[in-house]
């Protein structure tokens, strides 16, 4: 298991398939062009991950105003990932890391502690990464609650 990249740091570069016409996403292909909000999450449709999605989704013209563009990373499949888009309306890709290559490369995938229970699963993270392609925000063990809203005030302050 990697460590999770500190802020500074060059971000892991990585291409997954996305949702929205199975088309691969390259993260360097932003470099230059728009400051990335890369959230991971444990599971398609359960009721975190649900709220943290819906959250993006309300303010995802808010980020793309501020020059941002969001991705939602999990290890579910392509057909998960698209039903839980089409379920919800989620505008913005999510990036199926079926292996959790990706995942491991930026110190996610971890040991999980549920009620004594312990299983490996990605632990709730998001990444805002610069233009630069260098990482400008972590939020580790990220709570639902207004993580969206937070993250987008962090990318209008930091672009003005």
Known sequence: MAER???GAEAPDFTLFATANDTPVTLS??????????????????????VEACAFRDL????????AIIFGISMDDMDSHQKFADKFQLPFPLLADVEGIVSN??????????????????????????KDGKIAKVYPRVK?????????QFIQESAS
């Open 105 to 130: 490369a930026y110190g996610v995938y971890k040991e999980k502690n549920f009620y004594g229970k312990k299983s490996m699963g990605i632990e709730r993270t998001t990444f805002i990464i610069g």
């Open 144 to 152: 639902v609650d207004q993580h969206a809203e937070t993250v987008l």
């Open 60 to 67: 995802t013209t808010d980020f793309e105003a501020a020059g």
């Open 29 to 50: 292909d932003f470099r230059n062009k728009k400051v990335v909000a890369l959230y991971f999450y444990p599971k398609d449709d359960t009721p975190g991950c649900t």
């Open 5 to 7: 990249p500190i802020e």
